[in-house]
């Protein structure tokens, strides 16, 4: 009769001390004497290994052999508690079955430590690895916080497409989606490509945001919120951009841009609360093995009102700094649209805490946000944090049918693929605003990682669309 499995998450439990044991997870160490072997196991349920005590007297070193580094085991044995330093309990194992081994000529994964650089192009196995259990451990736990955060604030998950055919940010940076013979275009008479005969009978792209749909939504729910992914087919081959990358796009009626603020606040502290509260193990250990401030930083953020002010005010502080000889690699000028430098000399060296810039130039700017009395801002939020720069994007939207129409039209956005969201302005406008909160930024902020390629599981970015 084999015992029933119990997670190595679930094992350091001091009732189970005692008690016969089933543990199964992939060998990380293996070490010992002649008498004695110490194999370190992990399941992937907690950064921590049960310590499996292997008696020689009870293997023979035949036996053993195939338990490597990255093989798969299952172990049956009598949980003690542990002499050793670092763990309090261990298993005397009386029965091993080897699910799988793992050749240590070939198993990428040994004990040495691997630039991070070496495990992306291996994102396949990175996951086994303390530091990527850590971080997508990190990464569940705060997908469920956004989930529970918004609920017990009423808001609804509202699913919007990801094939759309508008442009919600105008940036032009779409994917297209197409099922089009792309060897045999057909064009019209001006060299045009026809899209008639294209699956959606018209041009149709991956979505970069759902914010015009998540604001149907609210004008009709009260209070929503998105999160899913969104592509962004943008050449920038930084570490904090993604060509595919996940976000949070709550939308509500009837508040204004403060209201916008104090929930973004909120939200975010919300989540960085979380991950201590209910991830502390893993971000010690990111903490303690890549970023010695990073419990400090996120205790940090707790603790501080974030500062607010605006872009104006913003371009002022910088223009100052420059002036007694502060090196910007980029220009600082009343128009120019932020630089992470710049955004992060405001937080990290200015304030020295999370800054709010608001009523940005409506040239820099989406369409749809709200136009100020001055004719040259619009009511744009952008939270701005340490070490990321801009982690959330919002605005209190244009909520004037004719001030949105102009817009639309000095853009030269095409009005045909418009006429459901100019609804909203014609049927019962009201005041809303939303914003948008990049997932992998967020994780960035909350694990302290430096590349954002590090934070999802299967990056994709310029080159690169592997596994
Ligand atoms: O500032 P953005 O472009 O705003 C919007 O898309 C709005 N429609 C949001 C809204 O008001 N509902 O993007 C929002 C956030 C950014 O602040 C950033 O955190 C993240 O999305 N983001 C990216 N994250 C990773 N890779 C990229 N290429 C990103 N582009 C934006
Ligand atoms: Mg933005």
């Not at 990527?132 to 956004?146: D, L, S």
């Not at 916008?260 to 991830?279: G, P, Q, R």
């Not at 010690?284 to 607010?308: A, P, S, T, Y």
């Not at 992998?440 to 954002?452: D, H, K, S, Y």
Request: net charge negative; hydrophobic share 40%; charged share 25%.
């Amino acid at each position: 009769m084999s015992l029933k499995r119990t997670k190595i998450v679930d094992i350091f439990d001091a009732s189970l001390v005692g008690q016969q044991v089933c543990v199964k997870g992939w060998v990380r160490t293996r070490r010992g004497n002649k008498n004695v072997q110490f194999v370190a196991l992990n399941d992937g349920s907690t950064i921590k290994n049960i310590q499996i005590v292997v008696d020689l007297a009870k293997f023979s070193e035949e036996e053993l052999k195939p338990i490597t580094t990255g093989s798969s085991l299952c172990v049956e044995g009598l949980l003690v508690e542990s002499q050793g330093k670092g763990q309090t309990c261990e298993v005397q194992a009386e029965k091993i079955e080897i699910y799988g081994t793992a050749d240590p000529e070939s198993y990428p994964l040994q004990k040495k430590g691997h630039t991070m650089e070496f495990l992306r192009d291996i994102a396949h196995l990175r996951p086994r690895t303390n530091t990527f259990g850590a971080v997508f451990r990190i990464r569940h736990n705060m997908a469920i916080a956004i989930h529970k955060f918004f609920h017990e604030k009423g808001f609804f998950y509202f699913h919007t497409p990801l094939i759309t055919a508008s442009d919600c940010e105008g940036a032009g940076q779409m994917f297209q989606v197409t099922t089009m013979n792309l060897y045999d275009l057909k064009k019209d008479e001006n060299g045009s490509i026809r899209y008639d005969g294209d699956f959606f009978g018209k041009q149709a792209s991956l979505t970069v945001s759902g914010q015009l749909e998540g604001e149907l939504a609210a004008t009709a729910l009260g209070a929503i919120y998105t999160f899913g992914p969104t592509f962004r087919a943008e050449n920038s081959n930084t570490p904090r951009h993604l060509a595919e990358f996940w976000m949070i796009e709550p939308e509500v009626a009837f508040n204004d841009i403060t209201d916008n603020m104090d929930l973004a606040e909120e939200f975010i502290k919300y989540c960085v609360k979380w991950a201590l509260d209910n991830c502390y193990d893993d971000v010690k250990f990111l903490n303690d093995m890549f970023d010695k401030e990073l419990i400090e930083r996120l205790e940090g953020v707790l603790k501080q009102d974030f500062v607010r002010l605006t872009y104006t005010e913003g371009i002022k502080i910088l223009e100052e700094a420059v002036a007694g000889g502060h090196k910007f690699e980029f220009p600082v000028y009343w128009g120019v649209d932020l630089a992470s430098e710049h955004e992060r000399f405001l937080v990290e060296e200015h304030f020295k805490r999370p800054v709010i810039l608001t009523d940005y130039p409506k040239e820099i700017k989406a369409f749809y946000m709200k136009q100020n009395e001055d004719g040259k801002t619009v009511r744009a939020m952008d939270v701005l944090f340490p070490k990321i720069g801009e982690i959330i994007g919002g605005s209190e939207r244009e909520e004037s049918y004719d001030k949105l129409v102009k817009r639309i039209e000095e853009l030269n956005i095409p009005m045909k693929d418009m006429w459901w969201y100019l609804d909203t302005r014609k049927f019962g406008t009201v005041p809303h605003s939303g914003f948008g909160l990049g997932f992998e930024r967020l994780l960035l902020f909350v694990t302290g990682m430096a590349n954002i390629r590090d934070v999802i599981p299967f990056p994709r970015t310029p080159n690169n669309a592997e596994f």
